[in-house]
């Protein structure tokens, strides 16, 4: 068990929709990142923050979006969803911005219909 | 910008010989490089991480990897393996200036035959 929560574990929606991924990151983590991994494009990062504040963005698609709240959850907001959104979403967190291991929760598969 | 690629997709050894997975990266500052394992419908859990104390890394379940500047390689070996080592292997760079974000290579996917 790495620490790091995330829900749903696994989303089936309709093309159009729009969704939410939950995720908590280790007790004294400062920093979430966001990867999309598919089977085409590999892992891929989306998207980071650290203690509530976006630190570097990556291949994060317009209709994609995300937040850390002040308890330091956070969630990433797909809309618009479309059928190549199918992916495996993870969420990482790691104590700082310098190069310490992140610990990976177990995913979301996210399955657009 | 920073890169990784892992050579050969799929990987396959008997139970008891030796895993070589090789990975090859790209930097321009000194890198930070991680090896990370991916089990079926489980996250990515990290073997062993290099961050330039010391050019061979020993991480967890028997693995190691050496760091080797000229080569630009970090390739991870294992000297016997096992049923349980069938799993996804990534190898991923990090640059510290980038605030840790991860770039991963393709994956190898490694096949244990009994």
Not at chain 1, 99 to 110: D, K, S, V
Not at chain 2, 18 to 38: D, T
Not at chain 2, 43 to 67: D, H, P, R, W
């Amino acid at each position: 068990d790495s620490g790091v929560t995330q829900t749903p574990k696994h989303l089936i929606t309709a093309t159009g929709q729009r969704v939410t991924l939950r995720c908590s990151p280790r007790s004294g983590d400062l920093s979430v990142y966001w990867y999309q991994q598919s089977l085409d494009q590999g892992l891929q990062f989306l998207i980071q923050y650290y203690n509530g504040e976006e630190r570097a963005k990556g291949n994060i698609l317009e209709r994609f979006s995300a937040q850390q709240f002040p308890d330091l959850h956070s969630e990433l907001n797909l809309s618009s969803l479309e059928l190549g959104d199918s992916a495996l979403y993870f969420c990482a967190s790691s104590a700082n911005t310098v190069n310490t291991e992140a610990f990976f929760g177990q995913g979301t598969r996210l399955t657009v219909v | 910008a920073q890169s990784v690629t892992q050579l050969g997709s799929h990987v396959s050894v008997s139970e008891g010989a030796l895993v070589l997975l090789r990975c090859n990266y790209s930097s321009s500052v000194p890198p930070y490089l991680f090896w990370y394992v991916q089990y079926p419908n489980q996250g990515l859990q990290l073997l062993l991480k290099y961050t330039s104390a010391a050019t061979l890394v020993k991480g967890i379940n028997g693995f190691e990897a050496e760091f080797k500047k000229s080569e630009t390689s970090f390739h991870l070996t294992k000297p016997s393996a096992h049923m349980s080592d069938a799993a996804e292997y990534f190898c991923a760079v990090s640059d510290g200036n980038q605030g840790g974000k991860l770039i991963f290579g393709q994956g190898t996917e490694l096949s244990v035959k009994p």
